[in-house]
């Protein structure tokens, strides 16, 4: 074995000469499999770029990879080195390449051959190799070490041929996403079975256990889903400890078969979705220590379970979704790796803005309680707005050096949009700051600008700085993993897009005459072309006769610029590799993508012909946002149809279907964003409400929102749209949304017989709220019982009913809080009084806690005479020392111990009926609802009394003006009180209760403040 590996040593020591100089390449004496690697780049690469080379004077140098005798003779134990680590060291004129680990000597000659050579790979299909020449280097003495232990890159399809991950180990990565880098390059940093994330499935299968096992799965509203495990549940625990255990085993002998380290990574995370079991032993978890410390919990029972027979295996917890905040209790144990996904952050600045303040805090904490704490981090927007221009570059050093301070030590990025922006500038930066974040930022730039596009690179620098100046200037967008267009990609004014054109022409003209890096400049205008033909030429036009031109003089060629856009395509589609000809018609794919552009190109010039890009009347005249049908994010049963009575020419259908329930109205329009705080404004129009056929125009809000979230239709949410600029636009102000909107369909019009139910929406329109709706908008109250009043500021309400606060705020038990405000009768009132208090909601589901879910009866514990089923209305009980009586609640799984943990209990049904039982102390309950729930006899029941919010009186209200002040703290054991918080308080709304006949009650100022500790 040892001759052979001698043999293939001499074969590959190859030697380059020419008649005055020459060089040669040798390895061990038993190279390693990446190590005879290292010799074959390094021999292939000099051969192309080399024509002689002269090492410290040394005119016939050997270059030695790898843990050869002359680097031991010479004081280089590749042994010593660290993983990873590289070397690259002259002796007398020779060169020493080697490194630490299976990577180690790649990565030396891989640095030697970019940063000595001057060679560089730009994607798998893509480099640049400098003009042969005879090359002088002076004395080296180089060696380093990429900064995160782990590096991933998971880029875009169309860019993950299968090159065995070469391009991400000549880049110094040492992960390739899902492709798997073999023995020859070192193998990979990687996760072990079943997957790297969404691993619950795999762990148990739902088509395996859930029929036999459905407690082993998560309970949602009193129901177990297949979504989400149960995590509390001890079983699944130790079943997913006997599956680790055996995908450990199988993980290394699959590793020792194929000479790759093994996995470093197990993870166990949730599947993808917003699931959460809400059964009682996960929310009493969840109340105390917060979704991920349940999920820690599992966690770390797994990671202690393999740290002695598996010491360098650590166990990976996805903080993602509901699990990105901190636990309150449980930290991680020490072979824990915590992934925190960014899937909140403004890609259009970096992680110090204000706009991720939620992200940046998030990398704060989580970097004090975690030693190994890693993150998923996105490219680009994954959702319908995929490949348009977005110059995110800019952000990677601040994010990456961000991360550095902060004890990140893994990055993963994901790129997996096909017909991405610039693909192969921003991979290619995110691996040389994953490797240095204190990389030069704009040295890097120059480099690829000059030698990736040659004469054009310094105008296509110039374009992607002119769309980074506009995104900061504007501060209008606000674009996330998942935006679609809507208002999100707004940022570009009209300026900063005649300029960019400008640069991409004269880009065009620089290198007219190379097919090649014509075909480049193309790719990197792609994303320019289809913003302005696809999706935003209306906005362009109307800002253009806006300044007063005639329409005549646009300066934008819509026909040529989508010929441009489909010979780009096509051009891109047939360099395709071959090997991915079955990828290019998925989702996001280039092809997929230039279908739907035809669609919204051929719409933008049917409105600009009719110029029905123009606002209607009422809107014209104020700031204002326009979202048209080419911005629309659509999915599933909904798409863009060509209305002869949509103003614009178009709208976005949604038809009946079983799952948009559009048979049923209402028909649900809301807005949805990314925290518990805030307004989230919704209607649901029904019938009685639509205003006839034809488009008309309903109004959401006024209300305050956030700029990271949706405007969404339909509870499937099959049209949505981002709204992007409203903060910065209207100066965090509420806003009015406003939607037009046609129903068809008998059940909408019913003279509509035998048609099917259908809802078209035509455009949405963003402005700012009129003065009497911006002083309404921070309260709730059924129509028509608000209105401004007597005086500046006042607020009046009509008739006996509850208003709301807008806002919900957080609580913290520990502080003390002060309700206070003031009010009159208005000089037309009636009698009547007027109450102040709080509505209360719990941390995990955002429940409202009423009275009845806290209020227990004394001595109101009962058993179940006999099973329940879940659909019954009907419950026997036994051994009540109380008697129930109607409009009480019946509370199951309760708890009697007198602690109350099972408070706020919300498995609370209103009795109807009450009859006596043939026993002492038993009786016949008649439920308002059914179960949905089913319980064994003997199981415990207690009664809850009603009762209304959390009231403080006021003095009787006088047609003078009064205050009122009340202060609250503390959490009420169980019970209703009036000075403390419900039991599981963790958000509140203010509310106002009035009472009587034609009263008529105003107040101003009214507020919650924390007032001390």
Partial sequence: MKQRLIALTMLL?????????????????????????????????????????????????????????????????????????????????????????????????????????????????????????DVSLGKLELEGKPFFAMRDYYRSTHDRINDKGIISIRNRANRNGDIPIPAELGGSYNYGLPYHVHTFKYYIHPDKYFKSNPEYFALKNNKRVKDQLCVSNPEVKELMKNRLHEFIKLDRERADKAGVPYPVIYEVSINDNWTQCQCDKCRAI??????????????????????????????????????????????????????????????????ESPDNKLFYNLVKNWGKVSNKLYIWEYMGSHSEAYGLPLPEEFRIPDLLRFYARNKVQGVFMQNTVNAADMPSLKNWLFYKFMENPDADFDKLMNTFMNKYYGAAGQWILRYRKTLHEAALKNQYSYISYDSNAGAAFDYIDLDSMLACWKYCDEAEKAVKDDPVLSLRVLEARLPLDRYLAAFYAYKYMRE??????????????????????????????????????????????????????????????????????????????????????????????????????SPSGFAAVIRATSKTSLALPPCVVAYHGWTKFGSFPGMAIIPNQIKGEGYNWYQLGPASIIDLGYLYFTRSWLVQMSIGPTTSMFDGSPVSIWVNLKFEGEDYIPRQKGIKNAVYIERVVITPPTAKEKLLSSWKA?????????????????????????????????????????????????????????????????????????????????????????????????????????????????????????????KTFRIDKVEKGEDSGAYILSLKAPLGLERSADSKVRLHNPAGYLYARSPAPTTKWQSFSHEISGEALDGISVNKWWKGTSFVKPLILTIGNNVQVEFKDFTLQKIKK
């Fill in 13 to 133: 020591t190859m030697w380059l000469a020419d008649s005055a100089h020459a060089f040669s390449v040798k390895g061990s004496e038993s190279p390693s499999p990446a190590e005879n690697t290292a010799i074959k780049e390094l021999n292939s690469y000099l051969k192309k770029t080399v024509k002689s080379l002269s090492i410290d004077g040394n005119s016939n140098p050997v270059l030695y990879i790898g843990d050869t005798e002359f680097a031991r003779k010479h004081g280089v134990d590749t042994a010593k080195l660290a993983n990873e680590q590289w070397l690259i060291k002259s002796i007398n004129g020779d060169i020493i390449l080697t490194g630490g680990g299976t990577r180690g000597s790649l990565y030396a000659v891989y640095s030697f051959l970019e940063n000595q050579i001057g060679v560089h790979w730009w994607n798998p299909t893509e480099e640049y190799l400098p003009p042969a020449a």
């Fill in 286 to 351: 969840v109340g105390e220590d917060n979704p991920a410390g349940l999920q820690l919990r599992l966690i770390n029972y797994l990671a202690d379970s393999i740290k002695d027979e598996y010491p360098d295996i650590y166990i990976g917890l996805l903080a993602y979704y509901f699990l990105e905040e901190l636990p309150k209790k449980t930290m991680p144990r020490d072979n824990v790796i915590i992934r925190l996904c960014n899937t909140r952050s403004n890609q259009t600045v970096g992680p």
């Fill in 544 to 645: 253009w006769e806006h300044r007063g031109n005639d329409i005549s003089t646009f300066p934008f060629d819509l026909d040529a610029t989508f010929a441009r856009i489909k010979s780009t395509m096509t051009k891109l589609i047939a360099k395709t590799p071959q090997d991915l000809n079955a990828l290019i018609n998925r989702p996001g794919s280039r092809l997929n993508s230039f279908q739907k552009d035809e669609t919204r190109f051929n719409m933008q010039k049917t409105m600009l012909e009719k110029r029905t890009y123009k606002l209607p009347k009422d809107f014209e005249d104020q700031r204002s946002v326009q979202i048209m049908p080419s911005t629309f994010g659509y999915f599933g049963s909904s798409n863009i149809f060509a209305d002869k009575d």
């Fill in 782 to 906: 059924p129509r028509n019982r608000l209105e401004p009043g007597s005086e500046p500021g006042a607020i009046k309400i009509k008739g006996a009913t509850t208003v709301f606060a807008s806002q919900m705020t957080r609580i913290d038990l520990n502080d003390v809080y002060r309700l206070s405000g003031n009010f009159r009768l208005a000089p037309d009132s009636g009698k009547g009084n007027v109450l102040f208090g709080v509505t209360m909601y719990d941390e995990h589901d955002l429940n409202q806690i009423l009275a009845h879910n806290v209020l227990t009866v004394k001595n109101g514990v009962a058993r179940l005479a006999r099973d329940i089923a879940a659909n019954t209305k009907q419950v026997y009980i036994r051994d009540s020392a109380t008697e129930p009586r109607v409009g009480q609640y019946l509370a199951f799984d309760i708890d009697d111990s007198g602690n109350f943990i099972d408070l706020p209990n919300f």
